[in-house]
């Protein structure tokens, strides 16, 4: 029996309409990192807030309504977790407009995804095996097949909690699936804004992905 993830997503402009009430505010403000306010760009700060928002989404819609997202803390590796929740697996990522998060009472998961730009691909060339740069260079769009692959690496880096500790180089892909150390991973891709987006998802096992357009905010 697959698994089931609920990818929840929303956009910086859809919350920017609708606004957060000052109640809102201040409980997603204190479910953060505390150097929050610190940071340099106020789009990353709206962007961490909306993420921890779509969490608190993702948690009622699983049954835990009377949750506090004030309880989530770090592990060694700096990945946020609920311990009083440790049958609940989460990820929150975002880009661009874009903020996703992913979340499972069955399987841990990690999720990943970039805005199509024009980067310079060259200056990540470090970070494939050589046959998979090879076929990047080949490709009759490299760009495209870059962020596939690049999007699907970190999906699995996050899934696995360790962070750059597990190099990105070193990580193959197969019929989208991976083995990281002993861990067979499962990727799937998401169709959210495919047209400026490349989103997938990893998880640690077959997994039926249900995905929720985040409308209603408060």
Partial sequence: MNSTILVLHTTLEHS?????TLKDRDMLLASCPSNILEYRNPKDIETT???????????VSLGFSGFELTKI???????????????????ITHSGDRVLCAISKECRLGIDIEQYLQP?????????????????????????LFYKYWVQKEALLK??????????KHIEVQNNR????????????????A????????????????????TDLP
């Fill in 16 to 20: 920017k309409k609708e606004g957060f």
């Fill in 49 to 59: 807030l909306l993420g921890r928002f779509l969490l608190f989404k993702g948690l």
């Fill in 73 to 91: 803390t770090y592990d060694v590796y700096h990945k946020p977790i609920i311990k009083a929740l440790p049958e609940v697996y989460f990820n």
């Fill in 120 to 144: 310079d691909i060259s200056n990540f060339k470090e970070h494939f095996t050589s046959s998979q740069w090879e076929e990047i260079f080949y490709h009759e769009q490299p760009e495209i």
């Fill in 159 to 168: 899934a696995d909690g360790r962070g750059l500790s597990v190099s990105l």
């Fill in 178 to 193: 991976s083995i990281i150390d002993t861990t067979l991973w499962y990727l799937y891709t998401l169709d959210i804004d």
């Fill in 195 to 214: 047209s400026q987006y490349c989103s997938w998802i990893a998880t640690e096992q077959p997994s039926e992905i249900l995905v929720m357009d985040v």
